[in-house]
């Protein structure tokens, strides 16, 4: 099982970049699906996660109304769409997946992990 995520970068505060992780090695309409970030010095945290069918999204209060996550089940992906990014975005963004199907906002409820991505938001 092999989580790849990719798209971070450097943008400008208020600007957008769109994540994305590919999934191979696992049936992929079965997991649900997430996103961590991890600043320096932090420990990680929840952003947002998506249920297998895509029909239930849930968000961290910090990210609800400028992040939105999504996936294609067919082509074995999931997407984060970051706009009006601020500097306390910037982070290592994680993607993770489940097999149990819910929804869940800790490590714990995770089994497999991308190796992260960067996310840098300039001033």
């Known amino acids: 099982v092999q989580l790849q995520a990719s798209g971070g970068g450097l943008v400008q505060a208020g600007g957008s970049l769109s994540l994305s992780c590919a999934a191979s090695?696992?049936?992929?309409?079965?997991?649900?699906m997430a996103w961590f970030r991890q600043a320096p010095g932090k420990e990680r945290e929840f952003v947002a996660a998506?249920?297998?069918?895509?029909?239930?999204?849930y968000y961290a209060d910090s990210v609800k109304g400028r992040f939105t996550i999504s996936r294609v089940n067919a082509a074995n992906t999931m997407h984060l769409q970051m706009n009006s990014l601020k500097p306390e975005d910037t982070a290592v963004y994680y993607c993770?997946?489940?097999?149990?199907?819910?929804?869940?906002?800790?490590?714990?409820?995770?089994?497999?992990w991308g190796q992260g991505t960067q996310v840098t938001v300039s001033s």
């Open positions: 993770a997946a489940s097999p149990r199907g819910l929804v869940g906002t800790t490590l714990e409820d995770y089994d497999t």
């Open positions: 998506i249920r297998p069918n895509g029909g239930t999204t």
């Open positions: 090695g696992l049936t992929f309409s079965g997991y649900s």
